[in-house]
């Protein structure tokens, strides 16, 4: 192998239509997607041989821990810096994420994520940052549960494949529903459970999920989502119950 051929799917801006460009550029072992986008950046010339404008994306650690650089790579919605080419069926297509309003070429506005983990108060409520002293014991079990579902990095590939998460939709999202889970777990983050739990009541809470499950699959953390999803429908449920008796 000689050369990389890669079919990138643009869009100029976030009202311009999208549009399809094709680039070859010189086999270089060991290469992943970013190095090549990389490398179409010095030379941006594509396969007809036209100079055209450099294709944008972003990313950072390089490591697959940040999640800026998701996309879809033939198909597969995936971090960009472990997509490697020896291992990707030529032409390589590469896209956007679909869920989320494009910003130029393969970079996505996630908004909606953070907005949902706004919206869940995914984060520990603390009064202040004197010393508070030692906090609550956590049982070796507890850890190996929270450090999973904190290894979340808002790439997006949950919602990306998850079909009940439409463009224009109001689901959280399967990756907010986790941290709900996360925050409940901690023994100060449960001091506002049931605010977040409220949240997951209303409309585009946990009843939007169709449990398809393909949230699971494609998360490159491993993080049990079907699991969180399914304690978060237990505490919903809890939840409801215990307003009803005590209201009645
Ligand atoms: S749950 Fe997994 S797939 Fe979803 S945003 Fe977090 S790391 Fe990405
Ligand atoms: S299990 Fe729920 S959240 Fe996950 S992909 Fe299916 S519908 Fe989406």
């Not at 609550?136 to 450090?147: L, T």
């Not at 990095?153 to 009940?164: L, N, S, W, Y």
Request: proline residues 6%; hydrophobic residues 35%; aromatic residues 8%.
């Amino acid at each position: 192998m000689d050369t990389i051929s890669f079919r990138i799917k643009r869009q100029d801006t976030p009202e311009g239509g999208p549009y399809w460009e094709e680039f070859v550029i010189p086999y270089q072992k060991n290469s992943n997607v970013i190095s090549c986008l990389m490398d179409i950046q010095k030379n941006p010339v594509n396969a007809k041989g036209r100079e055209v404008a450099p294709v944008v994306w972003e990313s950072n650690c390089l490591e697959e821990v940040c999640g800026t650089c998701t996309m879809r790579v033939n198909g597969q919605v995936r971090q960009a810096c472990s997509a490697l080419i020896d291992r990707l069926e030529q032409p390589i297509v590469v896209e956007p994420m679909s869920k989320f309003p494009v910003v130029r070429d393969l970079i996505v506005d996630r908004t909606r994520m953070f907005d949902a983990l706004k919206q869940v108060q995914a984060w520990v409520p603390v009064d202040g940052y004197y010393d508070l002293g030692p906090g609550e014991r956590i049982s070796p079990n507890h850890q190996q549960i929270a450090y999973k579902l904190s290894e979340c990095m808002t790439c997006g590939c949950c919602v990306e494949a998850c079909p009940q998460y439409a463009k224009d939709g109001d689901f959280l999202g399967p990756a907010a529903v986790s941290q709900v889970r996360l925050f409940n777990m901690h023994p100060t983050g449960k001091n506002i459970a049931e605010e977040r739990i409220d949240v997951l009541t209303q409309k585009g809470g946990i009843t939007s999920c169709g449990n398809a499950q393909n949230c699971v699959e494609v998360c490159p953390k491993g993080i049990p989502l079907t699991e969180s999803i399914a304690e978060m429908g237990r505490q919903v449920s809890q939840r409801f119950w215990k307003t009803l008796f005590r209201a009645a």
